[in-house]
C-alpha cells in the first residue's frame, strides 16, 4: 500500500499489524502522514518507534469489516494512554457512542455505516461532530 501511495503521490497511508510503519516511512519520506491499526499498547509503541503519526483502533466488531476484533473502550482507553499519538476509534461507532469514545482518549472517530447509511448523510456528519465536540460541520 505504501507503494501505491507513493505512486499516486499521496499525503499518506494506513496500514495495517502485517505491514511495518518503517518502510512506508522509507517509501513516502518524512513528510507523509502513516497510520497504524493497532490492537495493543505495545504494537502501539512498536508502530511509534517504526514513525507512525497516528493509529486507529477497532474499539467494537463491526460488519462493514468482520475481520477486524474490538478492543473496547478499556482497549482504546489502555492504547491511548500509552502514546502521545492521537489515536482515531473506527467499528461499531455511531451517534449513540461516539463521545464516549472521545472520552476514552481518542482524538477523533471514523465512521462508515453510520453517515453511508444514514436517510441524510449530511445531517448524520453535523451530529455525530456536535456529539463529540471537534468543532463546527460543513
Do not use: M
Not at 47 to 54: K, L, N, R
Not at 57 to 63: G, Q, S
Not at 82 to 89: M, N, Q, R, S
Not at 90 to 99: K, V
Amino acid at each position: 500500500s505504501s507503494d501505491l501511495a507513493a505512486a499516486v503521490d499521496a499525503d499518506g497511508v494506513h496500514v495495517g499489524q502485517d505491514d511495518c510503519p518503517g518502510a512506508a516511512r522509507a517509501h513516502l519520506g518524512a513528510g507523509r502522514v502513516i497510520g497504524v491499526s493497532v490492537h495493543t499498547p505495545d504494537q502501539a509503541r512498536r508502530a511509534a518507534d517504526g514513525g507512525a503519526d497516528y493509529f486507529g483502533v477497532t474499539v467494537w466488531e463491526t460488519p462493514t469489516k468482520p475481520e477486524a476484533r474490538g478492543v473496547g473502550l478499556a482497549g482504546l482507553e489502555a492504547i491511548a494512554g500509552a502514546t502521545h499519538l492521537p489515536v482515531v476509534g473506527i467499528g461499531g461507532i455511531h451517534l449513540g457512542n461516539a463521545a464516549s469514545v472521545i472520552a476514552a482518549g481518542a482524538a477523533g472517530v471514523a465512521v462508515v455505516s453510520a453517515v453511508g447509511a444514514a436517510d441524510d448523510p449530511v445531517a448524520a456528519t453535523r451530529a455525530l461532530v456536535a456529539a463529540i465536540g471537534v468543532g463546527a460541520a460543513p
